[in-house]
């Protein structure tokens, strides 16, 4: 998988920018705020539609602008796909594949293979539960559109049941066949995505314990833990039996809609016991995980790109990382950081062709 050709229009504060990459390495360098990380957002946003780092669609339009454009010319499997992701303002965001718009955004997904290690990682970490099941549910909807699908049925009728709890709560009334039709649906998909669940991390956690141990070499002992409701019966059962509360909150309560992940380091939390240096190879393993699944799934090496993730770790780590992207395992890799120097120390240690770009 290779980006050769990036094209932007006011995408963030770029203004009209083009790219010609190397197949192997591209480093964006310079000072902070010139527009490093929005370079690799740019090319996330052409994989997945949406911006890895701002939700919010209009703010990646640049100030006084009225559209953005980021095009992209990839390469896959010897076959070019050309990607374009447009905004206007006072319309809806335009996918287009070859040409030809998308109808649904979720027919895009897994096309363009592709992991983002960041510093903003660290939300996985510190946030609540419903940025680890994303994580989770972006790595398995890569590669398994049925998965995505179940999902999105999944989250269509948990909305239709909280705004049917609200409707009995606001109007002091009561449907028990309503509910039970609900409940149903959210029984039978809820059951799906929780096995699919289940199988992704047994293959998963394997990968990711030996990413950890290549990127840290140390003795101590880290996990991945998945929590969730169906671990204590069968959803159906679950929501009969926590209806009460579901009235009184006006919404459900249980389901998979609230399944976890927990890490931990010598079976404690890493949120509370991890020294930064610990957290951060714990992501770096996570996502390098995720690439190696994604691969594995799909049978295509994802792009790579690594958002400033040189700093604060040792000399060590890092010389830990770079011996393990200096392999054809990996294909194509961006690099972002702040100092051009270290940048070019670091790729030169990679035996591989590379390109560095200084915004």
Do not use: W
Not at 172 to 187: G, K, P, R, V
């Amino acid at each position: 998988m290779h980006l050769n050709t990036l094209s932007l229009v006011n995408y963030k504060n770029f203004e009209s920018q083009v790219f010609d990459f190397d197949n192997k390495i591209n480093c964006f360098v310079g000072a902070n705020g010139i527009g490093k990380t929005n370079a690799l957002d740019a090319i996330y946003h052409l994989a997945f539609g949406k911006s890895y780092f701002n939700p919010i669609a209009l703010q990646n339009i640049k100030h006084g602008e009225d559209y953005f454009v980021t095009d992209g010319a990839f390469l896959k499997n010897g076959k070019p796909e050309k990607i374009v992701v447009s905004l206007k303002r006072g319309q809806k965001k335009v996918i287009k594949r070859n040409g030809k718009a998308y109808e649904k955004f979720s027919e895009h997904v897994g096309l363009i293979p592709l992991v983002i290690i960041s510093p903003a990682d660290r939300d996985l970490i510190i946030e609540g539960s419903d940025t680890r099941r994303k994580f989770i549910d972006s790595v398995i909807s890569q590669s398994n559109k049925t998965y995505l699908n179940q999902l999105i049925a999944y989250n269509k009728v948990l909305s239709q049941r909280n705004a049917l709890l609200k409707y009995f709560a606001l109007n002091n009334t009561f449907n028990t066949d309503t509910l039970a039709i609900y409940n149903e649906q959210l029984h039978t998909y809820g059951r799906e995505i929780f096995e699919q669940r289940e199988e992704f991390l047994k293959i998963f956690i394997p990968i990711f314990k030996e990413r950890y141990e290549a990127i840290s070499q140390s003795k101590e002992v880290i996990n991945l833990k998945y929590k969730s409701d169906l671990f204590e019966g069968e959803l159906n059962a679950l929501l009969k039996s926590n209806l009460n509360k579901d009235k009184a909150l006006q919404y459900t309560s249980v389901g998979i809609h609230k399944d976890d992940l927990i890490f931990l380091i010598d079976d404690f939390p890493i949120k509370k016991f991890g020294s930064q240096g610990q957290q951060k190879s714990f992501l770096i393993a996570l996502k390098l995980a995720q690439f190696d699944f994604i691969k594995q799934q799909s049978g295509v090496a994802p792009i790579l790109l690594l958002d400033d993730i040189f700093d604060k770790l040792d000399e060590n780590r890092v010389a830990q990382i770079i011996s393990l992207v200096d392999d054809d395992h990996f294909g194509q890799i961006f690099i972002s950081d702040t100092h051009p120097e270290r940048t070019e120390a670091i790729v030169k240690q990679i035996h591989q062709s590379y390109k560095i770009f200084k915004l």
